[in-house]
């Protein structure tokens, strides 16, 4: 099963939508929409030698469009790595 591609967007954005679906009181929106968008190629800045979050750009930890994620995100991405789970529950017990 092909991890979600919503809207081509960064594989790491997904963390806040998930958080904004499951435990909103905790995520700081004000906060989270003053952040910029970051597009980062993690696997290529890796490949490249760059191991931390710092050397990729990601001074603040964060990678992506955090000030674009929705909680419907996050819901639809639970879906599917919940499939993606239950899909590999079923290989492994076979």
């Known amino acids: 099963m092909a991890y979600p591609d919503l809207e081509g967007r960064e594989r790491a954005v997904h963390l806040l939508p998930l958080g904004l679906a499951d435990r909103p ?8 929409r003053e ?3 970051k597009m980062i190629d993690m696997p ?4 490249s030698g760059q191991t931390s979050f710092v050397a ?8 992506g469009a955090p000030a674009e994620a929705t909680a419907d995100e996050g819901e639809q991405t ?8 239950v899909e590999l529950m ?5």
């Open 25 to 32: 009181e905790l995520v700081n929106t004000g906060r989270m």
């Open 35 to 37: 952040l910029e968008a």
């Open 44 to 47: 290529a800045a890796i490949r």
């Open 56 to 63: 990729m750009g990601m001074d603040q930890a964060y990678g």
């Open 78 to 85: 639970f879906a599917v790595l919940t499939d993606m789970l």
């Open 90 to 94: 079923r290989e492994v017990a076979a």
